[in-house]
């Protein structure tokens, strides 16, 4: 009776991983690749604040005044070095260096993709990397990529709809898995979107006084 029960236990349980699978591998490959927000191993994060300037204004410093207030945006933040342009304008190739805690840091590589007046600018890394910094040399703990995304929307001639949105998108769902728990364990998730939203509001405030 124990052996049929564990048995038919056995059975179910392995009927629910194969349906798991399934659909961890069709929503894998069949969705919206335009979007990059629909991939099921993606850490998505958006918000938006109006900023009290003309669209024009708000464009052109996101575009050409990053590199000189990003370390005013955030104390963890490090670097924003435009390494071969004087904005982010398509092709532009950008070093950010941020600090994920006392322990670690964040090096992202970008490149400008889109930039259109008035409009979006987007850039995205293909290799960022968390390095644990706590030791006499660094040491790599996780790699993902990270695509950035900066809208513009004009309210009226004085005022702009400001939205950032940040998608983390890593190599499969698995590891998706893994920086989810990472997260929620060390309470990071939390303060990733505290940060992210304080952030924006402090960009918006640097924005209005320049």
Sequence with gaps: MIKKILFTLGGFLLF???????MMIKSQFFYDKSKIENRPNSFYISN????????????????YKMDDYYLEIDEM???????NND??????????????????IIEHFYQVRKSIKNETIQF??????????TGPKRKKVFEFKTY?????????????????????????PAAKVIFDIIGKISGNEEVW?????????????????S
Excluded at 87 to 104: H, K, M, P, S, T
């Design 16 to 22: 629910i991983a194969l349906i798991f699978g399934i």
């Design 48 to 63: 938006n604040m109006e900023v009290n300037k003309s669209i024009e204004e708000v464009y052109n410093f996101v575009k």
């Design 77 to 83: 933040h490090k670097k924003f070095e435009i390494q």
């Design 87 to 104: 904005g982010l304008i398509e092709g532009a190739e950008v070093l950010c260096i941020e600090y994920e805690n006392e322990n670690q």
């Design 124 to 133: 995205d890394s293909q290799k960022s990397i968390i390095y644990d910094i």
């Design 148 to 172: 950035v995304y900066f809208d513009f929307e004009k309210i009226n001639t004085y005022n702009t709809k400001l939205t950032q949105t940040i998608v983390l998108d890593f190599k499969n």
């Design 193 to 209: 979107g505290t940060h992210f939203n304080e952030e924006l509001t402090n960009f918006g405030k640097i924005i209005e006084k």
